[in-house]
């Protein structure tokens, strides 16, 4: 497989890509890959097609007159001749800004995004100086992503790693099926937060809406606030030591600590009565539901 | 409010899964012949006393003050044998035998961890092929 050039790729159509390099004849059996970690394998940090870039290397663009898809192919030409900061000006609530980065950078956006902003992100630190829409972060895979203003719904849908942070109040179904990282919010938000949520930890310094946690699967969720009510099979639990120190220093990295502390936060996981439905439990689920 | 009964199998020591590969502990385990649940406690947080050279240098390139997404990546252990969950490749990794397990799970998460960021950048990965394989030219 390693004999194959891009550019010899570059000249096959997808199907011959994909027969060439052997991807049809895998056997997909059971759920393992069957694969074993290498031992000595050296010490990389970066994706294997990731540009070098360097933090110091800062440009600045002005996005007034582009549309979404200029302002995302000038961030990734830019990354590709090494800049590791970029400063984007006069975003104007554009949608879509800032996605599909999967590597290191810096990026600083000086205004408000529409919606899906900074979706599909692997590695980056962003910070935002204004609002944003509907969907930040959405499928966010690792990176930082920080907003010092509001945001809108599904908040973080679907995260699956990193550290999306809103310095105020957010809309709701924030963290919708999230499956890893962590969401804080420094304000309140909004109903059904938390919907169906996997895996990964949520604070909400203020208060949370209807309906949190509702049919949450694994997780915690962290609330300073009041809780209007609680989903399906969301139930609180003792806030362990563990716990205090993680929100401590969660919350002192971004400058978040409420003024009383962490010590009166509410902890809120699973009661794991939704896991593995079949036709086996009829009644249970007849219960539940 | 529904639902106040953890319904997982508590996790008693750390080699647990090594020991009993099934893990069918609860009787609803029992009749439906699977485990249910992780085979590591998701919710774990990191030990940051722990941490290895490595990781810390992986943190600086990154440019964070943490372990960010690696916070959720922990040593899981599949049919009886230590193994990490790829998500990249939606699978289990194995960890070799050569490599001692530690007598605690945040040192094996911290190994874990390690062992992880190694086989995601390196051009072994299958996400190298994928990416040959479907990417724009």
Same mark, same amino acid.
């Given at each position: ?60 663009? #002005? /996005? #007034? ?15 590709? %001749? ?39 992100? #692997? ?40 550290? *999306? $942070? ?5 809309? /709701? ?9 962590t969401?804080l ?6 109903? *059904? ?8 930890r949520?604070v ?16 915690t969720?962290y $609330?300073g606030?009041?809780?209007?009510? *609680?989903?399906?099979?969301? $139930?609180?639990a003792e806030l362990t030591d563990l716990d205090k120190n993680w929100l401590t220093r969660k919350l002192t990295q971004y400058?978040m600590v409420p003024?009383?502390g962490v010590n009166h936060f %509410?902890k ?14 009829? /009644? ?6 | 409010?529904?639902? +106040? ?36 406690d998701?919710n774990l947080v990191p030990d940051y006393k722990v941490i +290895? ?12 003050d943490d372990l960010?997404?690696?916070e959720? &990546? ?20 194995? &960890? ?10 945040q040192? @094996?998460d911290?190994?874990? @961890?390690?062992?992880? &960021? ?9 996400? &190298? +092929?994928? @990416? ?6």
């Open positions: 497989m390693a004999s194959i050039s891009d550019s010899d790729l570059k000249e096959m159509t997808q199907d011959e890509r994909v027969k060439a390099l052997g991807m049809t004849s895998e056997q997909l059996t059971g759920r393992s890959m069957f694969m074993e970690f290498d031992a000595d394998a050296s010490d990389r940090f970066l994706y294997p097609w990731a540009p070098e870039v360097d933090f110091n290397k800062r440009i600045e663009i #002005d /996005s #007034d007159q582009m549309t979404s898809t200029e302002v995302n192919e000038e961030i990734k030409k830019f990354m590709d %001749q090494g800049y590791g900061t970029i400063v984007l000006k006069n975003p104007r609530g554009k949608h879509s800004i800032g996605v599909g980065i999967l590597s290191k950078l810096n990026l600083i956006i000086e205004g408000s995004t529409g919606y899906f902003g900074v979706g599909l992100i #692997d590695g980056p630190n962003v910070r935002i100086t204004g609002r944003v829409g509907w969907s930040c972060g959405e499928n966010m895979m690792s990176g930082t992503v920080l907003i010092e203003k509001n945001a809108g719904s599904t908040f973080g849908a679907a995260i699956r790693g990193g550290d *999306l $942070v809103c310095r105020g109040s957010v809309g /709701s179904r924030t963290g919708i099926d999230m499956k890893g990282g969401i919010v420094g304000g309140d938000t909004g109903a *059904l937060s938390g919907f169906m949520m996997q895996r990964g949520m909400v310094c203020g208060n949370a809406g209807k309906n949190l946690g509702d049919s949450m699967y694994d997780g969720i $609330v606030g009041e809780i209007k009510s *609680l989903g399906v099979d969301a $139930v609180p400058g003024t009383k %509410q809120i996981v699973a009661g794991k009565m939704l896991w593995n439905y079949d036709n086996l439990e009829p /009644s249970e689920k007849k219960l539940i539901l | 409010m529904a639902g +106040t009964q953890y319904r997982g199998s508590e996790i008693k020591n750390v080699d647990q899964f090594i020991d009993d590969s099934a893990g069918l502990s609860s009787e609803r385990e029992k009749e439906i012949g699977q485990h249910i649940g992780y085979r590591y998701v +290895t050279p490595f990781l810390s240098k992986y943190m600086e390139i990154m440019g964070w960010n997404w690696l959720d &990546v922990h040593m899981g252990y599949e049919d009886g044998k230590p193994a990490v969950f790829d998500r990249n490749i939606n699978g289990w990794v194995r &960890v070799p035998d050569e490599i001692e397990l530690p007598d605690n799970q040192d @094996r911290m190994i874990a @961890r390690e062992l992880l &960021v190694k086989f995601q950048m390196s051009d072994r990965h299958p996400l &190298v +092929t994928l @990416r040959k394989a479907y990417m724009k030219f």
